[in-house]
T-cell receptor
Framework: DAKTTQPTSMDCAEGRAANLPCNHSTISGNEYVYWYRQIHSQGPQYIIHGLKNNETNEMASLIITEDRKSSTLILPHATLRDTAVYYCIVRVEAAGNKLTFGGGTRVLVKP | NAGVTQTPKFQVLKTGQSMTLQCAQDMNHNSMYWYRQDPGMGLRLIYYSASEGTTDKGEVPNGYNVSRLNKREFSLRLESAAPSQTSVYFC???????????????FGSGTQLSVL
């Protein structure tokens, strides 16, 4: 699997957009980008995933650069409940695969 | 629809004791996983089961055994607990290994284990 690099931590103002970067410069053509988050003491929660195109769902948007070497998770209107550790993971979608979680970005949403 | 249920939520063991962590999912998922998370760290995969009747080692399998009892249940056993196994344990499930489905993992709420 391609390695990902994320900032260790970042702060965000409540009500503003939170932009979380992720570098995956060694990503290969069939590897997807996944984002999960983990709110304190809870199990991780799936947010979104994509291959090439930008994706949006009720939780967030995922912007993947044209060369696919980096991506950005956007939380459009951050709330205090979005305070969590956010994990960017790159993985091939295939039978029996499992995701590997790194250190993630600790996001603190401030009032 | 409970999702992924783990028991117990908390457990304290003495070194050398054994115990089994239970996990059940009601989403008819094929794959199930056991992860551990040490303080301030990301999750590390212990074992996974791609389908009923199969199990495979993950990154950190030493000191653990697993059983995929049926499609719903996947248990993790510590035969002789050690202080290094003090951690939070998460069970997860996903639709995979069906080709074409995404690796959306659904996690349980975790078991906090302390080994003294």
């Amino acid at each position: 699997d391609a390695k990902t690099t994320q900032p260790t931590s970042m702060d965000c103002a409540e009500g503003r957009a939170a932009n979380l970067p992720c570098n995956h410069s060694t990503i290969s053509g069939n590897e997807y980008v996944y984002w999960y988050r983990q709110i304190h003491s809870q199990g991780p929660q799936y947010i979104i995933h994509g291959l090439k195109n930008n994706e949006t769902n009720e939780m967030a948007s995922l912007i993947i650069t044209e060369d696919r070497k980096s991506s950005t998770l956007i939380l459009p209107h951050a709330t205090l409940r979005d305070t969590a550790v956010y994990y960017c993971i790159v993985r091939v979608e295939a039978a029996g695969n499992k995701l590997t979680f790194g250190g993630g970005t600790r996001v603190l949403v401030k009032p | 629809n409970a999702g992924v249920t783990q028991t117990p939520k908390f457990q304290v063991l003495k070194t050398g004791q054994s115990m089994t962590l239970q996990c059940a999912q009601d989403m008819n998922h094929n794959s199930m996983y056991w992860y551990r998370q040490d303080p301030g760290m990301g999750l590390r995969l212990i074992y996974y089961s791609a389908s009923e009747g199969t199990t495979d080692k993950g990154e950190v399998p030493n000191g653990y055994n697993v059983s995929r009892l049926n499609k719903r249940e996947f248990s993790l056993r510590l035969e002789s607990a050690a202080p290094s196994q003090t951690s939070v344990y998460f069970c997860a499930s996903s639709e995979a290994p069906l080709k074409g489905t995404n690796e959306k993992l659904f996690f349980g709420s975790g078991t906090q284990l302390s080994v003294l």
